[in-house]
Structures are given as C-alpha cells and as structure tokens.
C-alpha cells in the first residue's frame, strides 16, 4: 500500500513542479494534497487502515481528533490521514534531497 501511494504522491508532486510549484508551495498545499489521496468509502477505509503500520493506531484521535464525530470508520481515517501526511512529508524531503 505505502509504496503505491507515495509513488502516486511522488508523480503528482513532479507535476506541479513541472507547472512551476516550489517544495514550499507543495508543503502549503498539503493538506488538500493528502486528502485526495484518503480513501472515502467505508471499506476502503477499512482496507487501507489494516494495511498501514500499527504505530499508526489510534494517533489519529489523539493528535486531530478531539471534537470530531465518534466513530470507527472517522478514527480510522484519522490514522490514516496522520500516516499519508507521514508519507507525503517523507517522499518530498526524499525528493527534495535527490536534488
């Protein structure tokens, strides 16, 4: 799952520099640029939150989500949002240092 993702990540992050986006650009618009990459059906929410690695677990409500609605699916895409912003982060300083 993970190297799929930031391998998309990675494509869509050449491109808007090709259109002329700086790293830093990139880094202001990464909350929209995860989100398009959070899935949004329930089960492939489920699916994609099995898959990522467990230190993930529950971080999310601790870190985001206190005040958001309390439900499975919405803690699990919580996690899930804390591990792509990880993966986003991580892929762009990898691209940033091959420079």
Do not use: V
Not at 2 to 17: D, G, L, P, R, V
Not at 21 to 30: E, M, P
């Amino acid at each position: 799952m993970s190297h799929a993702i930031k391998k998309a990540m990675q494509e869509e992050a050449k491109q808007w520099m090709e259109a002329g986006d700086t790293y830093d650009d990139i880094r202001d618009k990464s909350g929209e640029f995860i989100d398009s990459y959070l899935p949004i059906y329930n089960n492939e929410i489920i699916e994609e939150w099995q898959k990522m690695p467990g230190d993930y677990d529950n971080r999310g409500w601790q870190e985001l989500g206190q005040g958001s609605e309390i439900d499975i699916i919405n803690l699990m895409s919580l996690d899930l949002y804390l591990y792509y912003t990880d993966l986003f982060n991580g892929m762009l300083n990898e691209m940033e240092a091959g420079e």
